[in-house]
Nanobody, 123 residues
């Protein structure tokens, strides 16, 4: 599975962005899809994950209620809708695919990674 993330940019605090992650290959629907982020000087951290069918989601406490992960298996794409953005959300956001059992909140559970897209939230 090859992943291509897009949709990052510069936004003011309180604003919104929608990230997309397009996957190649015919096994997209066999993978749970996660979003992670890495701020400058910090470790990569879990943001959200959605299961294979799209029926289950799980979020980090820091984004719960503000971010929504979804997927369209017909389009081989996963999305991250980010609302009420805060300066502390500034990071490079990565999508990743896991074929391990649900849930997948740890980096090592993900076999495939996208290249990342930069989100900058100004105060």
């Amino acid at each position: 599975v090859q992943l291509q993330a897009s949709g990052g940019g510069l936004v003011q605090a309180g604003g919104f962005l929608r990230l997309s992650c397009a996957a190649s290959g015919r096994t997209f629907s066999n993978h749970n899809m996660g979003w992670f982020r890495q701020a400058p000087g910090k470790e990569r951290e879990f943001v959200a994950v959605i299961n294979r069918s799209g029926g289950y989601t799980y979020y980090a406490d820091s984004v719960k209620g503000r971010f929504t992960v979804s997927r369209d298996n017909a389009k081989n794409t996963v999305y991250l809708q980010m609302n009420s953005l805060k300066p502390e959300d500034t990071a490079v956001y990565y999508c990743a695919a896991s074929d391990r059992p649900w849930p997948n909140v740890l980096l090592y559970e993900y076999k495939y990674w996208g290249q990342g897209t930069l989100v900058t939230v100004s105060s």
